[in-house]
């Protein structure tokens, strides 16, 4: 709305439709991610957001209908390479055996765990998802690209924030966020 607010009326002109984020003047998605973007500096939205969006009823991922050809929500949050390389991070940190579900449904109904003992272990597919989303737009807006090595320090840093962010909990560093985990 702030965007909005800013704007000057010209009362002498005609009306008409410019998308002041282009030189063209021509609305491009590309322009509006990087205008939504660049407004934040953190890596997730706010409090509200997590405690919504963790729970098995579903996540924000699933309202994402759009998406490049080839590409599902299920192959980009579950089977695609840098999704594998993730989720199989997370279930090797936390040692345990686990086949990953075929949809990205039947993962959030089965991952949640009930009690605050869990509030890591549940965070963890918005966390997740979230990364691969933004990793998804910044290929497909910008261009540019995390290797999977910095994708996995980004998702631990992230998961590390969110939790402070949400709880009484801190981690001198990422490391005792692992030793936590463990």
């Given at each position: 709305?702030?965007?909005?607010?800013?704007?000057?009326?010209?009362?002498?002109?005609?009306?008409?439709?410019?998308?002041?984020?282009?030189?063209?003047?021509?609305?491009?998605?590309?322009?509006?991610?990087?205008?939504?973007?660049?407004?934040?500096?953190?890596?997730?939205?706010?409090?509200?957001?997590?405690?919504?969006?963790?729970?098995?009823?579903?996540?924000?991922?699933?309202?994402?209908?759009?998406?490049?050809?080839?590409?599902?929500?299920?192959?980009?949050?579950?089977?695609?390479?840098?999704?594998?390389?993730?989720?199989?991070?997370?279930?090797?940190?936390?040692?345990?055996?686990?086949?990953?579900?075929?949809?990205?449904?039947?993962?959030?109904?089965?991952?949640?765990?009930?009690?605050?003992?869990?509030?890591?272990?549940?965070?963890?597919?918005?966390?997740?998802?979230?990364?691969?989303?933004?990793?998804?737009?910044?290929r497909a807006f910008e261009d540019s690209e995390q290797h999977s090595a910095e994708l996995k320090l980004i998702l631990?840093?992230?998961?590390?924030?969110?939790?402070?962010?949400?709880?009484?909990?801190?981690?001198?560093?990422?490391?005792?966020?692992?030793?936590?985990?463990?």
């Amino acid at each position: 709305m702030a965007f909005l607010y800013q704007q000057k009326v010209k009362r002498m002109e005609a009306d008409q439709l410019r998308w002041v984020c282009t030189t063209s003047g021509l609305f491009e998605v590309r322009s509006y991610y990087r205008m939504l973007s660049s407004q934040h500096s953190t890596n997730f939205p706010s409090e509200e957001y997590l405690a919504k969006s963790s729970s098995s009823q579903g996540c924000f991922f699933h309202l994402a209908g759009g998406s490049r050809a080839g590409e599902s929500v299920n192959h980009l949050m579950l089977h695609c390479e840098y999704a594998q390389e993730l989720w199989s991070m997370i279930i090797c940190m936390f040692g345990i055996s686990w086949v990953m579900p075929h949809s990205t449904y039947a993962l959030l109904y089965c991952w949640r765990r009930k009690g605050p003992a869990h509030l890591i272990w549940n965070a963890i597919p918005s966390c997740l998802m979230w990364l691969l989303w933004r990793e998804r737009n910044q290929r497909a807006f910008e261009d540019s690209e995390q290797h999977s090595a910095e994708l996995k320090l980004i998702l631990l840093r992230t998961l590390m924030e969110w939790i402070a962010a949400v709880s009484r909990l801190s981690f001198p560093s990422v490391f005792a966020f692992i030793d936590d985990c463990l």
